[in-house]
């Protein structure tokens, strides 16, 4: 199948290399623009170059700067919508504001929710993104939405003779489907900790749910910040679990208390991120940290929606 309308990808500053990745992939110049942060902190885009009748994929995370990030993403809409792109396809690999999907009590803002509005009163077509915290978020959107997930190739990293003895693990019951998807995978068994939380960040495990004696623990997740998830450590060893974790996340906000935390603990054994963000060299060459790449199955699937093909296969292959 194909189209009268060309395939035009373009970055903004969150994520080039992935970009580039993609843009290699697909046999594709990426789209030529510039961002700059002015000194009163606001910032300017534009687009270089002819967008008219075009099928554009805007490729921004929005990582650390959030807000920032956010703000350039909805600049380049509002500009490739002024210069007469014919669809516009926000590609948010990390999609901001993601764990704040619901009021958890009175007079809070539902943040998931305005982001959805915002892109769309700016203009955007359709939206992808990859393991969104919570997956009703895509009920947030009149247009259609992409839930893509970095299971396959994080999954990956660990279909080899090394886990056979091994288990996954959820990090609480409200990852327990993501988890058992992995599980599923992997064909491992799987085990569920219970939290109890003690705050706005910060919740205790207080037992474990499944057979994790003897067993290799994978800690799945969908984000890791400040590195709450390395609290699953101890209650896991307790549980009889070898001292040799390795935890499977899909996006690597990774702040420093996280790394420090990495560091310290010689039973954590191997951290397989994702790229969906951009990581500093700090990280890109840390000793525990591996990063797999989702550049390939997010060309395949923007290939596809530019072609009018369905990417359902590629989702259920998830």
Same mark, same amino acid.
């Given at each position: 199948?194909?189209?009268?309308?060309?395939?035009?990808?373009?970055?903004?500053?969150?994520?080039?290399?992935?970009?580039?990745?993609?843009?290699?992939?697909?046999?594709?110049?990426?789209?030529?623009?510039?961002?700059?942060?002015?000194?009163?902190?606001?910032?300017?885009?534009?687009?270089?170059?002819?967008?008219?009748?075009?099928?554009?994929?805007?490729?921004?995370?929005?990582?650390?700067?959030?807000?920032?990030?956010?703000?350039?993403?909805?600049? +380049?809409?509002?500009?490739?919508?002024?210069?007469?792109?014919?669809?516009?396809?926000?590609?948010?690999? +990390?999609?901001?504001?993601?764990?704040?999907?619901?009021?958890?009590?009175?007079?809070?803002?539902? /943040?998931? @929710?305005?982001?959805?509005?915002?892109?769309?009163?700016?203009?955007?077509?359709?939206?992808?993104?990859?393991?969104?915290?919570?997956?009703?978020?895509?009920?947030?959107?009149?247009?259609?939405?992409?839930?893509?997930?970095?299971?396959?190739?994080?999954?990956? +990293?660990?279909?080899?003779?090394?886990?056979?003895?091994?288990?996954?693990?959820?990090?609480?019951?409200?990852?327990?489907?993501?988890?058992?998807?992995?599980?599923?995978? &992997?064909?491992?068994?799987?085990?569920?900790?219970?939290?109890?939380?003690?705050?706005?960040?910060?919740?205790?495990?207080?037992?474990?749910?499944?057979?994790?004696?003897?067993?290799?623990?994978?800690?799945?997740?969908?984000?890791?910040?400040?590195? /709450?998830?390395?609290?699953?450590?101890?209650?896991?060893?307790?549980?009889?679990?070898?001292?040799?974790? +390795?935890?499977?996340?899909?996006?690597?906000?990774?702040?420093?208390?996280?790394?420090?935390?990495?560091?310290?603990?010689?039973?954590?054994?191997? &951290?397989?991120?994702?790229?969906?963000?951009?990581?500093?060299?700090?990280?890109?060459?840390?000793?525990?940290?591996?990063?797999? /790449?989702?550049?390939?199955?997010?060309?395949?699937?923007?290939?596809?929606?530019?072609?009018?093909?369905?990417?359902?296969?590629?989702?259920? @292959?998830?």
């Amino acid at each position: 199948m194909s189209t009268h309308h060309p395939l035009r990808v373009f970055t903004g500053s969150a994520n080039r290399p992935l970009a580039e990745a993609v843009a290699r992939i697909l046999d594709t110049a990426l789209g030529k623009c510039t961002t700059t942060r002015l000194k009163d902190s606001e910032v300017h885009v534009a687009i270089d170059e002819a967008v008219r009748d075009q099928d554009v994929f805007i490729i921004q995370p929005c990582s650390a700067p959030v807000n920032d990030h956010l703000m350039e993403l909805l600049l +380049y809409v509002d500009a490739f919508r002024r210069a007469s792109a014919h669809e516009i396809t926000a590609v948010v690999p +990390y999609y901001p504001y993601g764990r704040q999907e619901r009021m958890a009590k009175g007079r809070e803002a539902i /943040s998931a @929710k305005a982001v959805a509005v915002m892109l769309e009163v700016m203009g955007v077509s359709r939206v992808i993104y990859f393991d969104v915290h919570a997956p009703a978020t895509q009920g947030f959107f009149q247009v259609p939405v992409d839930p893509l997930s970095a299971l396959p190739v994080l999954a990956g +990293y660990f279909e080899t003779d090394a886990f056979c003895n091994a288990a996954v693990v959820s990090p609480d019951v409200g990852r327990a489907k993501f988890a058992g998807a992995y599980a599923e995978r &992997l064909n491992l068994p799987l085990v569920v900790m219970h939290k109890r939380r003690e705050g706005f960040d910060k919740a205790k495990a207080t037992h474990v749910v499944g057979d994790i004696e003897g067993k290799i623990p994978i800690i799945i997740d969908d984000v890791i910040a400040g590195g /709450s998830v390395l609290d699953e450590v101890d209650g896991l060893i307790e549980a009889g679990a070898r001292p040799e974790v +390795y935890i499977a996340i899909t996006h690597g906000v990774l702040l420093p208390s996280a790394i420090e935390r990495l560091d310290r603990d010689e039973r954590i054994k191997r &951290l397989v991120i994702s790229n969906t963000i951009d990581q500093p060299e700090a990280v890109r060459n840390h000793p525990k940290i591996t990063i797999v /790449s989702v550049a390939d199955l997010l060309a395949r699937v923007i290939g596809r929606i530019h072609t009018g093909e369905s990417i359902s296969s590629l989702i259920s @292959k998830q």
